[in-house]
């Protein structure tokens, strides 16, 4: 069978990036994928009361409509997180929009929330085993009357089917969405989700993503609004709409940027908020990882977990296998009974950084 497992990688860059993408998923779901064989009790963790095999896993964003959970889960990733899902389908912005910059490794996209909506999503979800450790990624639609009542609808419609649930509202690519960060916005939200939340025979847990792209004083903002509300945790982050030092010729198109280019300011951003929030609270490091040693780094930076997407556009389907060997290849070098125990260990240092 040829499809994108067997295909080299500069036959699938030839296609458009979104036909390349549904093609993934479709390989995806025969599932003839390579099932990884690192199984290492050194890289377990517990975060927010969940037991993950291993401290990666796969961003949303890529498994949008929740179609492929189970595939991916085989690929050797400890958890993953489907969606954006919002209460109705949308088709999201014009085409093109998604863009290779292959000489910097990144991927710019403004997509704007494209799913086929909750019912869909909570139908194939139903039909799972339920092996596994599954995020549900909520957001709210582009021309919805009242944003914080659609992620009220999220979490009531995913909350029995969800390890955790992750509250969106950091996209670049619905307008006006990235106010939700803002401080009085912030607060009423998080009391919405938690609220409805206690209303739920299943409580998972709440994460929220940011964006990259906040300063000293916004991040204070988040905190203080985080750590008041009773959510479980922070993933660190989102796409951003800056454009550091990139070569590739469509770096100019307007999105949100992921990739290689991401990883530094979503590091500094993520020890800086770990110094703000403290040991407790759990954070999801995102953007740029691609190796095991990038993964590493954003565990001495302050993370519990670490999601990768664009770094497996690059990589291949058997990144999260070299990524976890070297994990544990790490592990013995360092001479720890947990990779864990290596969190926080490069915090201060990197929180030093300016971005």
């Known amino acids: 069978m040829i499809d994108l497992f067997t295909l080299g990688r500069s036959a699938v860059f030839r296609l458009d990036p979104e036909t390349a993408h549904g093609m993934s998923i479709n390989a995806l779901k025969t599932g ?3 099932a990884c064989t690192v199984d290492d009790s050194r890289l377990k963790t517990t975060v927010a009361g969940l037991s993950f095999p291993n401290p990666l896993g796969m961003a949303a964003g890529y498994d949008k409509n929740a179609e492929v959970p189970d595939a991916l889960l085989k690929l050797g990733y400890g958890f993953v997180e489907v969606g954006t899902v919002t209460p109705k389908p949308q088709g999201g912005n014009p085409k093109p929009r998604i863009f290779r910059l292959v000489k910097d490794e990144a991927i710019i996209n403004r997509l704007g929330f494209n799913n086929e909506g909750h ?4 139908a ?4 799972r085993a339920r092996r596994g450790i599954l995020g549900v990624n909520i957001g ?3 021309d919805s009357a009242d944003r914080m009542a659609d992620y009220r609808l999220g979490v009531a419609r995913f909350a029995d089917l969800a390890s955790y649930i992750t ?3 950091s996209s670049p690519n619905t307008p006006g969405l990235r106010g939700l960060q803002d401080p009085e916005a912030l607060a009423q939200l998080l009391d919405v989700v938690c609220e409805e939340r206690a209303r739920q025979s299943a409580k998972p847990p709440i994460f929220l993503k940011i964006a990259p792209d906040l300063d000293d004083l916004a991040l204070d903002a988040i905190a203080d609004a985080v750590l008041k509300s009773g959510i479980e945790g922070l993933i660190v982050s989102n796409t951003t709409i800056a454009r550091p030092r990139l070569s590739d ?9 992921s990739g290689r280019p991401l990883f530094v300011p979503s590091t500094v951003m993520l020890a800086k908020m770990r110094s703000r929030v403290g040991p407790a609270l759990a954070l999801i490091g995102a953007g740029g990882v691609e190796t095991a040693e990038t993964a590493l780094q954003k565990i001495r930076a ?3 977990l670490v999601q990768i997407y664009t770094g497996m556009i690059y990589g291949g389907p058997g990144l999260p296998s070299r990524i976890l060997s070297g994990l544990s290849d790490h592990a013995t070098r360092l001479g720890v009974t947990q990779l864990s125990q290596l969190r926080d260990s490069g915090t201060e240092e990197w929180a030093k950084r300016t971005i």
């Open 249 to 257: 010729h469509q770096s100019k198109e307007t999105g949100g940027l």
């Open 124 to 127: 194939r979800l139903s039909r």
């Open 140 to 142: 709210a639609n582009k």
């Open 302 to 304: 302050g993370a519990d």
């Open 32 to 34: 003839l994928v390579p």
């Open 119 to 122: 019912d869909a999503a909570y």
């Open 167 to 169: 509250v969106n509202i």
